[in-house]
């Protein structure tokens, strides 16, 4: 309940940002593909990515017009990344780490042009479900960090209302409980404004 409340807050947060006087702010939804994996820790060697998706909504604030911008985002995220693992008789199976999450980044916006823009800044991630999936069954963990700082970085193609958009986002702090591991994740994905 706490997690719901705390990710309609930031929604109506933000939704008040873009609600002021003026009609240069901008608000969409976007989705797209994740790439994501972990680095690091004990999951250094067999990690593989997990490939899923993610969706949200955005908004645009410009603070130097036509060149800079604030854009924060509510982005729901399925995360996560699979291992091999060679039992003691030998036998190999898989296991897929599901980590999904709410994530808010906060980016500065710099517009190169009329159409291409590059996007920066922190990104702040709340887990709200975490699962492992083998081969032979599946089962809840509790073994990530609820949560997760990263830093992203992206581009941007923006064509009247729709935009195009690939980003990298990398964790500051450790994912696993424990260990060194950080998130990695590409997504590409697609945006309208309202």
């Known amino acids: 309940m706490k997690k719901v409340f705390l990710a309609s807050f930031s929604f109506l947060l933000a939704n008040a940002i873009f609600a002021q006087n003026g009609n240069s702010e901008k608000f969409g939804i976007k989705g797209g593909l994740n790439y994501s994996t972990i680095t690091k820790g004990d999951f250094n060697e067999g990690a593989d990515p997990r490939t899923s998706y993610y969706i949200g909504f955005y908004g645009e604030v410009p603070l130097i017009r036509k060149v800079l911008s604030l854009q924060p985002e509510i982005i729901?995220?399925?995360?996560?990344?699979?291992?091999?693992?060679?039992?003691?008789?030998?036998?190999?199976?898989?296991?897929?780490?599901?980590?999904?999450?709410?994530?808010?980044?906060?980016?500065?916006?710099?517009?190169?042009?009329?159409?291409?823009?590059?996007?920066?800044?922190?990104?702040?991630?709340?887990?709200?479900?975490?699962?492992?999936?083998?081969?032979?069954?599946?089962?809840?963990?509790?073994?990530?960090?609820?949560?997760?700082?990263?830093?992203?970085?992206?581009?941007?193609?923006?064509?009247?209302?729709?935009?195009?958009s690939a980003r990298y986002t990398y964790s500051i702090n450790e994912v696993i409980k424990n260990t060194d591991s950080k998130n990695s994740v590409f997504q590409i994905g697609i945006g309208f404004n309202f």
Do not use: C, M, W
């Open 76 to 164: 729901y995220s399925r995360q996560g990344f699979e291992t091999n693992y060679t039992n003691l008789l030998g036998n190999n199976y898989k296991q897929e780490y599901r980590i999904d999450y709410i994530n808010l980044p906060i980016l500065a916006k710099i517009h190169i042009g009329k159409v291409f823009s590059v996007e920066a800044g922190p990104q702040f991630g709340f887990k709200i479900n975490e699962k492992i999936k083998s081969e032979n069954n599946s089962t809840l963990n509790n073994d990530v960090n609820s949560f997760d700082t990263a830093l992203a970085g992206g581009v941007s193609f923006n064509i009247d209302d729709f935009l195009i």
